[in-house]
Protein backbone atom coordinates (compact mmCIF):
# COMPACT_ATOMS: atom_id res chain seq x y z
CA UNK A 1 0.00 0.00 0.00
CA UNK A 2 1.27 3.20 -1.44
CA UNK A 3 2.57 6.10 1.06
CA UNK A 4 4.71 8.07 -1.37
CA UNK A 5 6.11 11.96 -0.21
CA UNK A 6 7.41 13.95 -2.86
CA UNK A 7 8.82 17.23 -1.90
CA UNK A 8 7.35 20.45 -4.23
CA UNK A 9 9.14 23.02 -2.70
CA UNK A 10 11.50 23.00 0.08
CA UNK A 11 12.92 26.71 -0.28
CA UNK A 12 12.47 29.26 2.82
CA UNK A 13 10.09 32.52 1.59
CA UNK A 14 12.52 33.29 -1.00
CA UNK A 15 12.24 30.96 -4.16
CA UNK A 16 15.73 29.82 -5.53
CA UNK A 17 16.82 28.61 -9.29
CA UNK A 18 16.68 25.39 -7.17
CA UNK A 19 14.35 25.31 -4.86
CA UNK A 20 10.50 26.47 -4.68
CA UNK A 21 8.87 27.68 -1.73
CA UNK A 22 6.57 25.31 0.32
CA UNK A 23 4.61 22.23 -1.01
CA UNK A 24 4.73 18.37 -0.34
CA UNK A 25 2.44 16.03 -2.07
CA UNK A 26 1.36 13.06 -0.83
CA UNK A 27 0.32 10.01 -2.19
CA UNK A 28 -1.87 7.10 -0.01
CA UNK A 29 -3.04 4.35 -2.02
CA UNK A 30 -5.42 6.62 -4.70
CA UNK A 31 -5.74 9.22 -2.24
CA UNK A 32 -3.62 12.46 -3.55
CA UNK A 33 -3.47 15.34 -0.74
CA UNK A 34 -1.41 18.44 -1.13
CA UNK A 35 0.01 20.14 2.17
CA UNK A 36 0.57 23.96 1.66
CA UNK A 37 0.55 25.73 -2.04
CA UNK A 38 3.22 27.99 -2.56
CA UNK A 39 3.45 30.22 -5.80
CA UNK A 40 4.92 27.79 -8.39
CA UNK A 41 3.27 24.89 -6.75
CA UNK A 42 1.50 23.85 -10.09
CA UNK A 43 4.41 24.04 -12.13
CA UNK A 44 6.29 21.72 -9.72
CA UNK A 45 3.38 19.46 -10.12
CA UNK A 46 3.66 18.97 -13.98
CA UNK A 47 7.50 18.96 -14.03
CA UNK A 48 7.60 16.49 -11.15
CA UNK A 49 4.12 14.50 -12.61
CA UNK A 50 2.15 13.84 -8.77
CA UNK A 51 -0.78 14.71 -11.37
CA UNK A 52 -3.74 17.35 -10.37
CA UNK A 53 -6.10 15.13 -8.72
CA UNK A 54 -6.49 16.50 -5.20
CA UNK A 55 -8.71 15.93 -3.21
CA UNK A 56 -7.64 17.63 0.14
CA UNK A 57 -5.09 21.03 0.39
CA UNK A 58 -3.95 21.60 3.95
CA UNK A 59 -2.16 25.15 4.95
CA UNK A 60 -0.01 25.29 7.60
CA UNK A 61 -0.74 29.19 7.89
CA UNK A 62 -1.71 31.94 5.49
CA UNK A 63 1.70 33.39 4.82
CA UNK A 64 2.18 33.86 1.00
CA UNK A 65 5.05 31.33 0.74
CA UNK A 66 2.44 28.49 1.30
CA UNK A 67 -0.30 29.96 -0.18
CA UNK A 68 0.45 32.07 -2.91
CA UNK A 69 0.10 29.26 -5.76
CA UNK A 70 -3.74 28.38 -4.84
CA UNK A 71 -5.56 30.84 -7.22
CA UNK A 72 -3.70 29.02 -10.08
CA UNK A 73 -3.78 25.96 -9.44
CA UNK A 74 -7.82 25.96 -9.16
CA UNK A 75 -7.53 28.32 -11.99
CA UNK A 76 -5.83 25.29 -13.45
CA UNK A 77 -8.52 22.73 -12.28
CA UNK A 78 -11.13 24.69 -13.76
CA UNK A 79 -9.83 25.31 -17.11
CA UNK A 80 -9.46 21.14 -17.12
CA UNK A 81 -13.07 20.72 -16.67
CA UNK A 82 -12.66 19.64 -12.98
CA UNK A 83 -15.75 18.16 -11.60
CA UNK A 84 -14.75 16.82 -8.62
CA UNK A 85 -14.77 18.53 -5.00
CA UNK A 86 -11.89 19.44 -3.43
CA UNK A 87 -11.65 20.54 0.38
CA UNK A 88 -8.79 23.05 1.69
CA UNK A 89 -8.13 22.95 5.77
CA UNK A 90 -7.13 26.00 7.08
CA UNK A 91 -5.92 27.19 10.39
CA UNK A 92 -8.50 28.47 12.84
CA UNK A 93 -9.82 31.67 12.41
CA UNK A 94 -8.27 32.22 8.82
CA UNK A 95 -11.38 31.01 6.81
CA UNK A 96 -12.61 34.31 6.10
CA UNK A 97 -8.97 35.70 4.92
CA UNK A 98 -8.41 32.46 2.79
CA UNK A 99 -11.79 32.93 0.98
CA UNK A 100 -11.29 36.19 0.48
CA UNK A 101 -7.64 35.72 -1.04
CA UNK A 102 -9.35 33.33 -3.56
CA UNK A 103 -12.47 35.46 -4.24
CA UNK A 104 -10.26 38.20 -4.82
CA UNK A 105 -8.30 36.83 -7.69
CA UNK A 106 -10.93 35.32 -9.78
CA UNK A 107 -13.70 34.09 -7.82
CA UNK A 108 -14.59 30.61 -6.92
CA UNK A 109 -14.24 27.53 -9.15
CA UNK A 110 -16.52 25.76 -11.28
CA UNK A 111 -16.43 22.58 -9.18
CA UNK A 112 -17.17 22.34 -5.67
CA UNK A 113 -14.82 24.06 -2.97
CA UNK A 114 -15.20 23.30 0.69
CA UNK A 115 -12.84 25.36 3.29
CA UNK A 116 -13.07 23.42 6.61
CA UNK A 117 -11.43 25.55 9.22
CA UNK A 118 -9.49 23.20 11.78
CA UNK A 119 -8.62 23.54 15.73
CA UNK A 120 -5.10 23.25 16.95
CA UNK A 121 -6.17 19.86 17.70
CA UNK A 122 -8.08 18.62 15.60
CA UNK A 123 -9.35 16.02 12.94
CA UNK A 124 -9.01 17.25 9.37
CA UNK A 125 -9.61 14.60 7.70
CA UNK A 126 -10.81 10.87 8.69
CA UNK A 127 -11.03 8.14 6.41
CA UNK A 128 -11.46 4.41 7.26
CA UNK A 129 -7.70 4.06 7.11
CA UNK A 130 -6.06 6.93 8.44
CA UNK A 131 -6.58 10.28 10.07
CA UNK A 132 -4.90 13.83 9.01
CA UNK A 133 -4.65 15.96 12.93
CA UNK A 134 -3.25 18.98 13.41
CA UNK A 135 -1.24 20.07 16.30
CA UNK A 136 -0.33 23.39 17.70
CA UNK A 137 3.20 24.87 16.40
CA UNK A 138 4.60 28.68 17.48
CA UNK A 139 5.32 30.64 14.39
CA UNK A 140 4.90 34.50 13.51
CA UNK A 141 1.24 33.89 13.28
CA UNK A 142 -2.00 31.20 13.78
CA UNK A 143 -0.71 28.21 12.69
CA UNK A 144 -0.98 24.41 13.18
CA UNK A 145 1.08 21.32 11.79
CA UNK A 146 -0.28 17.80 10.30
CA UNK A 147 0.52 14.03 10.77
CA UNK A 148 -1.26 11.72 9.05
CA UNK A 149 -1.67 8.91 11.24
CA UNK A 150 -2.42 5.70 9.91
CA UNK A 151 -4.78 3.19 11.85
CA UNK A 152 -3.21 -0.24 13.08
CA UNK A 153 -3.44 -2.88 10.38
CA UNK A 154 -4.87 -6.52 11.39
CA UNK A 155 -2.12 -8.74 12.57
CA UNK A 156 -0.73 -11.32 10.32
CA UNK A 157 -3.08 -14.16 9.76
CA UNK A 158 -1.55 -17.59 10.46
CA UNK A 159 -3.08 -19.75 7.39
CA UNK A 160 -0.82 -23.00 8.10
CA UNK A 161 -2.05 -23.23 11.67
CA UNK A 162 -5.76 -22.20 10.59
CA UNK A 163 -5.71 -25.61 8.75
CA UNK A 164 -4.06 -27.90 10.96
CA UNK A 165 -6.95 -26.51 13.62
CA UNK A 166 -9.63 -27.86 10.61
CA UNK A 167 -10.74 -24.48 9.62
CA UNK A 168 -11.34 -25.16 5.24
CA UNK A 169 -9.35 -22.60 3.13
CA UNK A 170 -12.43 -20.42 1.94
CA UNK A 171 -14.93 -17.87 3.65
CA UNK A 172 -13.62 -18.83 7.04
CA UNK A 173 -10.46 -17.53 7.12
CA UNK A 174 -11.90 -13.98 5.73
CA UNK A 175 -14.05 -14.30 8.96
CA UNK A 176 -11.44 -15.03 11.42
CA UNK A 177 -8.83 -12.10 10.09
CA UNK A 178 -11.86 -10.15 10.49
CA UNK A 179 -11.79 -11.17 14.55
CA UNK A 180 -14.93 -13.60 14.18
CA UNK A 181 -15.09 -17.20 15.33
CA UNK A 182 -16.05 -19.93 13.01
CA UNK A 183 -17.79 -23.53 13.96
CA UNK A 184 -16.08 -26.37 12.22
CA UNK A 185 -18.13 -28.87 11.12
CA UNK A 186 -17.65 -31.47 14.05
CA UNK A 187 -19.03 -28.73 16.49
CA UNK A 188 -15.04 -27.17 17.27
CA UNK A 189 -14.80 -23.30 17.50
CA UNK A 190 -11.87 -21.58 16.42
CA UNK A 191 -11.40 -18.13 17.59
CA UNK A 192 -9.32 -15.48 16.00
CA UNK A 193 -6.60 -15.11 18.53
CA UNK A 194 -5.95 -18.61 17.67
CA UNK A 195 -4.68 -18.02 14.31
CA UNK A 196 -4.34 -13.81 13.88
CA UNK A 197 -1.17 -12.18 15.50
CA UNK A 198 -0.87 -8.75 17.17
CA UNK A 199 -2.58 -5.67 15.25
CA UNK A 200 0.26 -4.30 13.31
CA UNK A 201 1.01 -0.57 13.27
CA UNK A 202 -0.10 2.06 10.42
CA UNK A 203 2.96 4.63 9.12
CA UNK A 204 2.95 8.12 10.63
CA UNK A 205 3.96 10.99 8.38
CA UNK A 206 4.28 14.85 10.21
CA UNK A 207 4.85 18.08 8.69
CA UNK A 208 5.24 20.99 10.84
CA UNK A 209 5.01 24.26 8.53
CA UNK A 210 6.84 27.00 9.86
CA UNK A 211 7.40 26.63 13.75
CA UNK A 212 10.14 26.82 16.04
CA UNK A 213 10.93 23.81 17.98
CA UNK A 214 7.76 22.70 20.54
CA UNK A 215 6.66 19.59 22.89
CA UNK A 216 3.50 19.09 20.59
CA UNK A 217 5.61 18.41 17.62
CA UNK A 218 7.29 15.81 20.07
CA UNK A 219 4.39 14.26 21.34
CA UNK A 220 2.40 13.86 17.92
CA UNK A 221 5.44 12.45 15.91
CA UNK A 222 6.47 9.83 18.64
CA UNK A 223 7.19 6.85 16.45
CA UNK A 224 7.00 8.87 13.24
CA UNK A 225 8.07 7.14 10.42
CA UNK A 226 8.53 10.75 8.36
CA UNK A 227 8.90 13.40 9.95
CA UNK A 228 9.50 17.04 7.97
CA UNK A 229 10.51 20.08 10.25
CA UNK A 230 11.35 23.51 9.57
CA UNK A 231 14.81 24.04 9.61
CA UNK A 232 14.99 27.37 7.73
CA UNK A 233 18.41 28.07 9.14
CA UNK A 234 21.74 26.57 10.65
CA UNK A 235 23.78 27.64 13.76
CA UNK A 236 24.86 30.43 12.38
CA UNK A 237 21.34 31.85 12.87
CA UNK A 238 20.29 30.83 15.70
CA UNK A 239 19.32 34.55 17.13
CA UNK A 240 17.40 35.07 13.52
CA UNK A 241 14.94 32.05 13.78
CA UNK A 242 14.08 32.54 17.17
CA UNK A 243 12.97 35.93 16.25
CA UNK A 244 11.54 34.80 12.92
CA UNK A 245 9.93 31.97 14.42
CA UNK A 246 11.47 29.21 13.02
CA UNK A 247 14.04 26.60 13.88
CA UNK A 248 17.74 25.54 12.74
CA UNK A 249 18.64 22.34 11.65
CA UNK A 250 20.15 20.85 15.20
CA UNK A 251 16.43 22.12 16.76
CA UNK A 252 14.79 20.41 14.32
CA UNK A 253 17.08 16.90 14.67
CA UNK A 254 16.46 17.47 18.70
CA UNK A 255 12.81 17.19 17.97
CA UNK A 256 13.44 13.83 16.26
CA UNK A 257 15.32 12.37 18.45
CA UNK A 258 13.55 13.11 21.02
CA UNK A 259 9.93 11.52 19.16
CA UNK A 260 12.17 8.75 18.33
CA UNK A 261 11.00 9.80 14.63
CA UNK A 262 12.82 7.10 12.08
CA UNK A 263 13.86 9.46 9.33
CA UNK A 264 14.01 13.48 9.57
CA UNK A 265 13.44 15.46 6.02
CA UNK A 266 14.75 19.04 6.73
CA UNK A 267 12.74 21.86 4.69
CA UNK A 268 12.06 25.93 4.51
CA UNK A 269 15.66 26.01 3.38
CA UNK A 270 17.19 29.90 3.71
CA UNK A 271 17.84 30.83 0.40
CA UNK A 272 20.95 31.61 2.11
CA UNK A 273 22.44 28.79 1.79
CA UNK A 274 21.47 28.18 -1.66
CA UNK A 275 23.54 25.24 -3.03
CA UNK A 276 25.21 24.57 0.28
CA UNK A 277 23.34 22.55 3.33
CA UNK A 278 26.68 20.59 4.48
CA UNK A 279 26.28 22.67 7.80
CA UNK A 280 21.99 21.71 7.91
CA UNK A 281 23.18 18.25 7.67
CA UNK A 282 26.37 18.19 10.17
CA UNK A 283 24.52 20.13 12.52
CA UNK A 284 21.48 17.67 12.25
CA UNK A 285 23.49 14.44 12.23
CA UNK A 286 25.56 15.51 15.34
CA UNK A 287 21.58 15.73 17.27
CA UNK A 288 20.09 13.00 15.35
CA UNK A 289 21.26 9.14 15.16
CA UNK A 290 18.81 8.32 12.25
CA UNK A 291 18.18 9.15 8.87
CA UNK A 292 17.98 12.66 8.01
CA UNK A 293 18.18 14.79 4.87
CA UNK A 294 17.42 17.81 2.79
CA UNK A 295 15.30 16.99 0.10
CA UNK A 296 15.84 18.41 -2.93
CA UNK A 297 13.01 20.08 -5.12
CA UNK A 298 10.86 16.61 -6.82
CA UNK A 299 12.66 14.20 -4.66
CA UNK A 300 10.15 11.40 -3.50
CA UNK A 301 9.66 9.34 -0.64
CA UNK A 302 8.14 5.69 -0.38
CA UNK A 303 7.62 5.14 3.19
CA UNK A 304 7.07 1.69 4.23
CA UNK A 305 5.26 0.21 7.44
CA UNK A 306 7.62 0.05 10.46
CA UNK A 307 7.92 -3.63 10.44
CA UNK A 308 8.56 -4.12 6.79
Known amino acids: MTLRVTFLGTSGAVPTTRRNPSAI ?28 DVSHLFLTHTHGDHTYGIPGLLDTMDFNDREA ?9 TKGQIKAFIESAGGRPSFPLRLNEVGDDDVALRTDEYAVRTFPVEHRTTAVGYAL ?9 DREHAEELGVPVGPKFS ?32 YTGDT ?48 NAKR ?17 LQEARTAFDGDVFVPEDGETVDVPFPDS
Not at 34 to 44: I, K, N, S, V, Y
Open 25 to 52: SVAREGDHLLFDCAEGTQRQMMRFGTGF
Open 212 to 259: RPVDETVEIATDADLLVHDATFAEDRQDRARKTGHSTASEAAAVARRA
Open 149 to 157: VEDDRKGRF
Open 264 to 280: LALVHISSRYTGDVSDH
Open 85 to 93: AMTIHVPPG
Open 175 to 206: RLHDGKPVELDDGTVVKPEQVVGEPRPGRKFV
